[in-house]
């Protein structure tokens, strides 16, 4: 579960980003999407598709998709160096770098805390 007692950066009147913001792409091992957001210096990484830590609405073209076509996603949170950090936004002891099945509005919480 994503942390709640994190305090928000993002208060200086910015518009706030959300999942609506990062822009899908085909992912590089040539099936499934990838779609990254930068923020407050951190990169939030978001990808679908099989065998990844997601879950598809029905049957998907392995070649051609779009991020309507999952409802839960596959997350990483790096630092300015590429290290993942994943880990220090949620409260369990998982620590394999990424993180699985997130809805959008687990995503938006997460980026709201980033």
């Not at 709640?4 to 899908?24: A, C, E, P, R, S």
């Not at 407050?40 to 991020?67: C, E, H, M, R, W």
């Amino acid at each position: 579960m994503v942390k709640t007692n994190l305090k928000q950066l993002n208060n200086k009147g910015m518009q706030k980003k959300t999942f609506n913001d990062i822009k899908f792409g085909p992912h590089p091992v040539g099936t499934g999407i990838l779609g990254t957001i930068n923020i407050n210096g951190l990169t939030l990484s978001v990808i679908a598709g099989k065998g990844f830590y997601s879950t598809s609405k029905g049957d998907v073209d392995p070649f051609f998709q779009t991020a309507d076509d999952y409802s839960t996603f596959e997350i990483a949170v790096m630092d300015q160096d590429g290290t993942y950090i994943t880990d220090k936004f949620f409260d369990d002891d998982h620590d394999n770098g990424v993180r699985g099945w997130l809805t959008r509005d687990d995503i938006n919480h997460l980026i709201s805390i980033l």
